[in-house]
């Protein structure tokens, strides 16, 4: 159980175009999902907080026109990076909370990640 | 300032020997801290976290609040213990997550 999908898990985009993520919780509902960037052998970096019905909560220097964040439902976040430049590649990793009650409680479960190429 | 720091990039042991990679986080808070760890191309999961006080694959870790240290701990490590190790603190009402850069553990034969 819990598990949580993405897609796509690759993406490469020209420049200027718009790409959309999507995350997943597959077998639990997820109130808040994240979504972090991850550099070439660098950690991950948060760049926001998704809440299901509400605005997303942007870390410290993520603009929020540039990567916009939707969580329409209990099982569904998306992340999209729009007008794509080359700096925007990355790998991207989403992850959802489960505070279900089950003995997961609060417990981060991570997508597989997608990794955007722009060109 | 909110910051977790793994001073180790890479941690290099032979099989059966000790290993402790170290984690060490700044927080004004009350700390929630876990050990997440990712095997080659696969994606991050959770090894520990230190409310379980539990140890998984032979890993443990114990949160110092003196020292402001949750480091992790296996006594004898084996080959499929190679991967990469991330220290993470827990922040906030939505349980955010900072991690620090990460520590990649090679255990060689």
């Known amino acids: 159980g819990a598990v949580v999908s993405q897609h796509p898990s690759r993406v490469i985009c020209k420049s200027g175009t718009s790409v959309k993520i999507e995350c997943r919780s597959l077998?639990?509902?997820?109130?808040?999902m994240f979504w972090y960037r991850q550099f070439p052998k660098q950690s991950l970096m948060l760049m926001a907080t998704s809440n299901e019905g509400s605005k997303a909560t942007y870390e410290q220097g993520v603009e929020k026109d540039k990567f916009l964040i939707n969580h329409a439902s209990l099982t569904l976040s998306t992340l999209t990076v729009t007008s794509a430049h080359p700096e925007d590649s990355s790998f991207y990793i989403c992850s959802a909370r489960d505070t279900s009650g089950r003995e997961h409680y609060n417990e981060q479960f991570f997508g597989p990640g997608t990794r955007l190429t722009v060109l | 300032a909110q910051r977790v720091t793994q001073p180790e990039k890479l941690l290099s042991v032979f099989k059966g020997a000790p290993v402790e990679l170290k984690c060490n986080y700044s927080?004004?808070?009350?700390?929630?801290l876990f050990w997440y760890v990712q095997y080659s191309r696969q994606r991050l999961q959770l090894l520990l976290r230190?409310?379980s006080r539990e140890s998984i694959k032979g890993f443990t870790a114990d949160l110092n609040k003196g020292e402001t240290s949750f480091h992790l701990k296996k006594p004898f490590a084996q080959e499929e213990d190679s991967a990469m190790y991330y220290c993470a603190l827990g922040t906030g009402g939505y349980n955010k997550l900072i991690f620090g850069a990460g520590t990649r553990l090679a255990v060689h034969p």
């Open positions: 077998d639990f509902q997820a109130t808040t």
């Open positions: 927080y004004s808070g009350s700390p929630e």
């Open positions: 230190h409310i």
